[in-house]
């Protein structure tokens, strides 16, 4: 990281011992106390919280930047939503890969079952999420401009997608709060006038309200919302607010958990393809789970999901929403000449396209044995995807060579090369579970996600919304920051100018 432009400061720091200390200890407990919390998982227990690793006050983010990130967001939504809904791009698009990754595969024959015995629902509910970070190295404002100038680092420039989401894009919950948590210790450090910048998120009742959207428009007062859930729980808060929300707010519809293996125990259709689990019949079913191999531990789980997939319950996702998501659509996706496939607007085509850092295919062609060899060469600018969620499996840099020298030419299909993204660096305190006290100041860099809601059919999309926002943010030396990993924290955006 060293050499990359910083961002200035929310407040300034250090801050004096004393107040650090007092004003750390009630953000604690605020955190606990509000729900920004976890599941330990080195003392794991149902019956206990401890809070989620947080930044004591907001990263700067530029304003304009976040302002053009949530403004695209439902452009970005209607674009997944007809990736979803193209046969044809799926299959060509994914045919090397599913040969050699099992689990995509996997997907891939749930979606050609339902294809061949039709779709027992045509709606989809699309949650989505956008990751982006701040490349401080943007090449198109020095294009543009022609500015001299730019073509140093800078700041405060642009961003690119990281990845987008389209199953169990979490942290609806926990993003709003993290700005609740920064506006609290805002105000105890009498810096109040400061929480103007940091702007509103309404995730959780945005995520919401598409569910309940789905729920009436299944139209079954009787029907329930299903969460599908891991075997056990750690980010609990981030579901159980979801839950708690709908039935605060819409006090008639019941929302049920059940894992994978308990939809295939109790789970059947009805004549007209209701899934009813038990004796409930589900209206929409809510993936925070099935995005990983792990979560399947045998053909139950599969057939579970072939199950609901072939049920009339509304999904989120669908089965074509779940591929849609993956890395290799996404590479695909940024392939000059791609989104003119999707999207008709030139202007909108342009502002997409100037999202997408480099993505780079790894098939075996001529075009991917230049990626390879390109890899190489300068592995530090890259880092390596495989088709996976959840953190944890990217390769990067100075890591890449050797892994990919492993790899006979057909199982590099498997993956996707892609141009490390360089943030801009910020200070902060990371307050975490049992660190230090007083805690210091460390560098860190932020990774903004934009929710999006889409519901439609393969003809019409009869909403679309954007849906608030989160911000993660990891010390500047980690590769990834997964908050329950423990590399990353929650955050939100202080806007700057
Ligand atoms: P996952 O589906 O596992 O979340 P991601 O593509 O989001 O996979 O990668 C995980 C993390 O790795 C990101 O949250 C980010 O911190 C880091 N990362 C991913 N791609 C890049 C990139 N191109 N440049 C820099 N960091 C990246
Ligand atoms: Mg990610």
Redesign the pocket.
């Known amino acids: 990281m060293a050499g990359n432009p910083t961002l200035e400061e929310c407040v300034q720091l250090p801050i004096k011992e004393e107040l650090l200390m007092e004003v750390t200890e009630k953000a604690k407990d605020w955190a606990i106390m509000h729900g920004a919390a976890m599941r330990s998982k080195t003392n794991f227990s149902a019956d206990s919280l401890n809070f989620a690793p947080f930044l004591l006050t907001p990263s700067s983010f530029p304003r304009k930047e976040f302002e053009k990130a949530v403004a695209l967001q439902t452009i970005i939504n209607r674009l997944m939503h007809n990736v979803a809904h193209d046969e044809e791009f799926l299959t060509t698009t994914l045919a090397e890969t599913i040969k050699v990754d099992e689990f995509t595969g996997n997907l891939f024959n749930i979606y050609k079952k339902v294809l061949a015995s039709g779709f027992g629902q045509r709606l989809s509910l699309g949650i989505l999420r956008s ?1 982006l ?1 701040l490349e401080s190295r943007c090449k198109d404002l020095i294009n543009e401009n022609g500015n001299k100038e730019n073509e140093k680092p800078c700041a405060y420039c642009c961003w690119k997608q ?2 987008i989401n389209t199953i169990a894009s979490g942290f609806g919950h926990l993003g709003p709060i993290s700005r609740a948590i920064q506006s609290f210790v805002l105000s105890e450090l009498d810096c109040a006038e400061k929480i103007k910048n940091m702007p509103d998120n309404q995730a959780l009742a945005g995520i919401c309200n598409g569910m309940v959207r789905a729920w009436e428009i299944y139209n079954n007062p009787k029907a329930v919302i299903m969460f599908i859930i891991e075997d056990v729980t750690y980010n609990i808060c981030d579901q159980r607010f979801h839950e708690f929300y709908i039935r605060e707010k819409y006090p008639h519809i019941k929302v049920v958990r059940r894992t994978l293996t308990e939809v295939h125990d109790a789970g059947k259709l009805g004549l007209e393809k209701q899934l009813v689990v038990g004796d409930l019949e589900v209206a929409v079913i809510y993936f925070r789970a099935g995005y990983e191999p792990g979560h399947y531990h045998s053909h139950k789980e599969w057939d579970a999901r072939y199950l609901m997939e072939s049920s009339k319950a509304i999904k989120c996702p669908s089965i074509h929403y779940h591929l849609a998501g993956t890395k290799k659509v996404q590479q695909a996706l940024a392939q000059p000449e791609m989104l003119e496939r999707f999207i008709s607007d030139p202007e909108e085509i342009k502002a997409i396209g100037k999202i997408f ?1 480099g993505l780079y295919s790894l098939e075996d062609n001529d075009v991917g044995n230049n990626t390879y060899e390109m890899a190489l060469k300068e592995p530090e600018r890259f ?1 390596l ?1 495989p088709q ?4 944890g ?2 390769v990067y840099g100075l890591d890449i060579p050797d892994v990919l020298r492993k790899m006979s030419r057909v199982e590099r299909s498997a993956w996707i090369l ?4 360089k943030p801009p660096i910020s200070k902060g305190y990371m307050i975490r579970p049992g660190g230090q006290m007083p805690p210091s100041v460390v560098d860190v860099v932020s ?1 903004l996600g934009i929710f999006g809601v889409v519901i439609g059919d393969v003809d019409n999309i009869i909403c679309n919304y954007q849906a608030g926002h989160m911000l993660r943010t ?1 010390v500047a030396t980690a ?3 997964g908050v329950a990993a423990g590399l990353g924290a929650l955050d939100s955006p202080y806007l700057v100018d």
């Open positions: 990751d970070m990281v990845e850092t880092v995807k996976r969620e959840g953190g499996n990217n892609m141009d490390l993204i990774e990891k590769n990834e920051g």
